[in-house]
């Protein structure tokens, strides 16, 4: 009598916070969760095309309610993830496999990494520059 048991066992159940245990986690729970902050963000863009329907009055108001100090620290709030998504993003393109085309080799991950930031600084300030009024 000294064969194993054939009757199967559930796993061991996971312990509270494993996502704590390894960096790679963290940062996916982080990424999963900051999806709701941004859900918030949407929201928050969804009430300004609201306003900007209904008219100057109301787009005043909701323009009103973005300079208050809670609309500010609502736009923080919603920067934030928003700057952690973009980077995940970028960095997660770099790692996308990479396709020879033609007889030019592919770009390393370097050159990608430059590319990606890059092209994200250089719109970011043409959006900057054109809403100040900058460049027309």
């Known amino acids: 009598m000294g064969s194993a048991s054939s009757t199967p066992t559930l796993a061991s159940r996971v312990p509270d916070g494993w996502w704590m245990s390894h960096k790679r986690y963290r940062y996916y729970m982080l990424f999963a969760m900051a999806s709701g902050i941004l859900s918030l963000g949407s929201l928050v863009l969804l009430v300004a095309v609201s306003a900007l329907s209904k008219g100057s009055q109301a787009w005043a108001g909701f323009l009103a309610m973005l300079g ?42 370097g050159m990608l990494y430059v590319a990606h930031f890059g092209l994200l600084i250089g719109v970011s300030l043409l959006v900057i520059l054109l809403l100040s009024g900058v460049v027309a």
């Open 68 to 109: 208050s100090p809670a609309g500010l620290l609502l736009s923080v709030v919603v920067l934030v993830p928003t700057c952690f998504f973009a980077v995940r993003w970028l960095r997660v393109g770099v790692k996308i496999p990479q396709v020879k085309l033609g007889p030019m080799p592919a770009p390393g991950a």
